[in-house]
């Protein structure tokens, strides 16, 4: 096997069990208010609520809730919207594959950032599928002197997973590396361009 897809599979799989692991994690100790709610049904159907916990007091919270939609509860639906998703994502997984097909063994940022991306799609595919819905717990937000509700702070960024993460730095690091990759195309044609008129004076 070509080091690429070793390296692919590695990054994916770690990838995807951090996710799962967290997640499960969030699910079973994560607390809700009433207590005893059925998870994820009740929250999803709004019988139930996460509760903040602290990490950064201010900044940072864990709390349980569950998304219909994509990354960082974007496009959240109804109905459709778990079949439509899941399609997007077994897409978005089979590109991954077909890139590093296409990838060099010394390319490793890249089959990197392949393996991120594969992971954190495989990673929110396995709740979809399982759940119908994506777990989430990351909280950030600014501090606020004012709450919306008890469970809800003025200032606060989309709940979010290891997963979303993952896809994010993932689609960061493959944007890094095409425009470092067009850059070295650039030279080389400009270094060819160059040895052109060189030869054809000779």
């Known amino acids: 096997m070509p080091s690429r897809w070793k390296l692919f599979l590695i990054v994916a799989f770690v990838t995807m069990a951090c996710d799962q692991v967290t997640k499960f994690w969030a699910r079973d100790a994560l607390p809700v208010h009433p207590v005893g709610c059925a998870i994820p049904d009740d929250v999803v159907e709004g019988r139930c609520v996460g509760i903040n916990d602290p990490v950064i007091d201010g900044y940072w919270d864990w709390r349980l809730s569950f998304n219909q939609g994509s990354a960082f509860g974007l496009f959240h639906s109804q109905g459709g919207a778990r079949v439509f998703l899941s399609i ?3 897409l978005a997984l ?18 990197w950032a392949l393996g991120l991306v594969a992971g954190g799609a495989v990673g929110n595919l396995i709740d979809r599928v399982y759940f119908g819905v994506v777990t989430d717990f990351v909280l950030w937000h600014t501090p606020a002197r004012e709450a919306k509700s008890a469970y809800r702070y003025v200032n606060e960024w989309p709940v979010f997973n290891v997963a979303d993460v993952a896809l994010v730095i993932g689609v960061g690091i493959m944007l890094f590396v095409s425009g470092d990759d067009k850059k070295a195309r650039e030279k080389k044609q400009a270094a060819k361009a160059e040895k052109k008129p060189a030869a054809a004076s000779e």
């Open 94 to 111: 089979g590109a991954m594959v077909w890139m590093v097909k296409k990838a060099k063994d010394d390319q490793k940022w890249l089959v």
């Open 88 to 90: 997007v994502g077994f």
